[in-house]
Each structure stands twice: as C-alpha cells, then as structure tokens.
C-alpha cells in the first residue's frame, strides 16, 4: 500500500491551522471493525519519531489537543490549529493495514 | 518510563554484514510486538521489519528480499536485525520501535553506513 502525502512542504503562520493531507492507494478502512488504520508521526531535527495518532483520530496520551486527524478509506488529513513554533517538523502518515507498515514521504511544516 | 537502545551500527563495506541491537527497559519486552524503521540521510521513514512478542511470527519490507533477518531475546529484553549483503542503499539511521500497528516509543537511532 503506497501514501502520497500533500504538499511536500509548507509554511504557516504561528496561530493559524496547518493542515496534511495522506492519501493510501487502497482503502484502510477494516470493515469488520470500522478502523482506519493509519497513524501520524512528528518528527523534529535530530530527533526520533514521536507517535501523534492512531487509528487515524486518536490521539497518543500527552499530544496536545490542538493535533487532530480525520478521514476515512483512502484518503486523510492531519490539522493543526492554532501553529506554535514548535510545532516546526516533518509529518510522516503510515499504514498499518497490511505489511509492510509503509510510511508517506513527509510533510516538513515551517513557520512563515 | 520506555527506553529503547540501538547498538551496531558503523561503517560496512558493500556487501558485508551487520548486527544491530536494541536493548528495551521500562517495560515488559515479551508483552509487545517490536519494529525496525530505517531513514536514509535526509530521507523519509522506511519500515523494515517487525516481529510477534513470541517471536513466532515476522514481517520485513519488500526492499529487503531475504537480506535481513529480525530476531528477539525476551529474556534479555533485546531485538535484534542481522543485515546481510549490504548496498550503498542500506545507509541509514536504523530505529528499533514498540508496537505491532502503530508505534509508541522509539529509540535514538544507529547509524549504518555502507560504503568502500
């Protein structure tokens, strides 16, 4: 299963929304238990990922409220509101449907 | 609180072979699915393979075609991937992750460098 992650890039003003998108080249979507299985990943310079949700609108214990996720069957979006600065980091989405677990390329967000 | 260690990394000339380590704490290892994820310099995440808390079962990424092999000790608490045959390719920060869906805790990350 490919993701396709848009845009590649972007930048955003402190306090205003930034949102990505993830689109999976099949649906995600389980049917015996309505889960999409899709998780986001922040990661900051040098560090390592950091788990933001999972089942594609949960939210890890701890990730503040202003990280959501929404979407269904192929096609999903993670939003920020309200961008701090350090909220500055690539996002990864990635499938856990089937293996392999394939990842999107990334969304590196910036401030602007 | 999860703490997660690589060990293994270093500079493998093509072809040759490595065995990287993850040594877990903070948790109880045989209870959780464990991952490999690789990022190549200035690239995205790529999954590499990930293993059953029993070790009975494992999944590795169509890139690594026979090449690598994952493996556990749960009475160690280690993870292990023993990489074979090694291309300029495989040069990568490798990650060892919790998890068997999405994963929660990560380690810093070994580097593998394959280069003559």
């Known amino acids: 299963i490919a993701l396709t992650q848009s845009p590649d890039s972007l930048a955003v003003s402190l306090g205003e929304r930034a949102t990505i998108n993830c689109k999976s080249s099949q649906s995600i979507l389980y049917s015996s238990n309505t889960k999409n299985y899709l998780a986001w990943y922040q990661q900051k310079p040098r560090q390592p990922p950091k788990l933001l949700i999972y089942w594609a609108s949960t939210r890890e214990s701890g990730v503040p409220d202003r990280f959501s996720g929404s979407g269904s069957g192929t096609d999903f979006t993670l939003t920020i509101d309200s961008l701090q600065a350090e909220d500055v980091a690539v996002y990864y989405c990635?499938?856990?449907?089937?293996?392999?677990?394939?990842f999107g390329q990334g969304t590196k967000l910036e401030i602007k | 609180e999860v703490h997660l260690v690589e060990s293994g990394g270093g500079l493998v000339q093509p072809g040759g072979s490595l065995r990287l380590s993850c040594a877990a704490s903070?948790?109880?290892?045989?209870?959780?699915?464990m991952a490999w994820v690789r990022q190549g310099p200035g690239k995205g995440l790529e999954w590499v393979a990930n293993?059953?808390?029993?070790?009975?079962?494992?999944y590795y990424g169509d890139f690594v075609q026979g090449r690598f092999t994952i493996s556990r000790d749960n009475a160690l608490n280690l993870l292990h991937l023993q990489m074979h045959s090694l291309r300029a390719d495989d040069t990568a920060v490798y990650f060892c992750a919790r998890g068997d869906l999405w994963l929660d805790s990560w380690g810093q990350g070994t580097l593998v460098t394959v280069s003559s």
């Open positions: 903070g948790f109880g290892f045989s209870d959780f699915w």
């Open positions: 990635q499938q856990y449907y089937s293996t392999p677990h394939t």
């Open positions: 293993m059953k808390k029993d070790g009975t079962e494992t």
